[in-house]
């Protein structure tokens, strides 16, 4: 079987905290794919997101790939490497070669410093692959939401659409798709319990999975 470096889909908010890694579990699991999150900064008890991602998302666990950097203290990549006393090396940071989809999830927001000198929004640019951005529907996402994209586009990036997690707001996420003339993938409700099955349900239900597997072109 020959090998290749998948064309990743990649995740990144508006913020830290905002159901970034909960929808990637979705998207990984409704895709098959495999799920890769190359920096943990930061872990408790029951691990980091990898941790996490193979629990919610259904997958093999093989498919939950290991972090390039496992740091152990929770702030900024670029702050938790020198805590820990390394440097994030970007070469370390190449995509996986695998077979198949993958889903591949930053931290925080895109503009998070993985280094002094350069944030996963530069990353993203290196990689060249699509970007899907997690934003809240409360109060203040017009605005953190229509910045993220605006950093994105600066650098070259395509910016796939914008994934939506909480309560519905319809204007909001209405002004932040036609100002920031991208599409709207869909919302994800805040869930509880969350439990794989109420997650594959809701991703299904509120998501068309075409949407992530055809070519779109998007800027």
Not at 23 to 45: M, N, S
Not at 102 to 113: I, K, M, R, T
Not at 167 to 193: F, N, W, Y
Request: aromatic share 6%; net charge negative.
């Amino acid at each position: 079987m020959s090998t290749f470096i998948a064309k990743p889909l990649i995740v990144t908010g508006t913020d830290t905290e905002i159901g970034k890694t909960v929808f990637a579990a979705a998207l990984a699991g409704a895709l098959g794919a495999h799920y890769w999150k190359p920096v943990q900064a930061g872990l408790e008890a029951d691990g980091g997101d990898a941790d996490r991602v193979a629990r919610l998302s259904g997958l093999p666990r093989d498919k939950v790939l290991a972090e390039a950097y496992r740091l152990t203290t929770p702030c900024s990549p670029h702050r938790a490497a020198e805590i820990d006393g390394v440097e994030i090396d970007p070469a370390r940071l190449a995509l996986p070669r695998i077979d198949g989809p993958l889903v591949v999830e930053g931290a925080g927001g895109a503009l998070v410093p993985l280094s002094r000198s350069m944030t996963y929004a530069d990353q993203f640019a290196r990689w060249q692959a699509p970007v899907i951005v997690v934003a809240r529907t409360v109060l203040g996402t017009i605005n953190h939401t229509l910045l993220t994209i605006e950093a994105l586009r600066a650098r070259g990036v395509e910016v796939l659409g914008v994934a939506f997690v909480g309560e519905a707001q319809d204007d909001s996420e209405a002004t932040i798709c036609a100002m920031g003339k991208v599409r709207r993938l869909g919302r994800l409700p805040h869930l509880s319990p969350l439990t794989p099955e109420a997650l594959r349900e809701a991703f299904a239900a509120q998501f068309n999975l075409a949407d992530f597997t055809a070519e779109t072109g998007a800027a």
